[in-house]
């Protein structure tokens, strides 16, 4: 089991800055993937980034690509996601997920655990 807990969501103004925060608790050891989806309202859940939990491999949507960056922090066993230069249309909730499969990393299926969401808003 895995359990995970999102944090630092809020409100900014579009052009600002937002640093969201997944602290990861259980059998972390073995993680394949852990990464960042979102649901803005009335729409699919979608991929935004994920990183390889045992190296330093990272993936991005187009959507945030140089905007946004992943990260993981060893000492806090966290996920980070640090999002920059926010637009009107990331307004979402923000989900932390992670999974023992490999894959593809945008796919919703190699993940096995979600958080409970952090919502992000960003205002025009």
């Known amino acids: 089991q895995v359990q995970l807990v999102e944090s630092g969501g809020g409100l900014v103004q579009a052009g600002g800055s937002l640093r969201l925060s997944c602290a990861a608790s259980?059998?972390?050891?073995?993680?394949?993937?852990m990464g960042w989806f979102r649901q803005a309202p009335g729409k699919e859940r979608e991929f935004v980034a994920a990183?390889?939990?045992?190296?330093?491999?990272?993936y991005y949507a187009d959507s945030v690509k140089g905007r946004f960056a992943i990260s993981r922090n060893y000492a806090k066993n966290t996920l980070d996601l640090q999002m920059n230069s926010l637009k009107p249309e990331d307004t979402a909730v923000y989900y932390c997920?992670?999974?023992?499969?490999?894959?593809?990393?945008?796919?919703?299926?190699?993940?096995?655990?979600w958080g409970q969401g952090t919502q992000v808003t960003v205002s025009s």
């Open positions: 990183i390889r939990w045992s190296g330093f491999s990272t």
């Open positions: 259980g059998r972390t050891g073995s993680m394949y993937f």
């Open positions: 997920a992670a999974g023992y499969s490999s894959g593809s990393s945008k796919s919703e299926r190699v993940y096995d655990y």
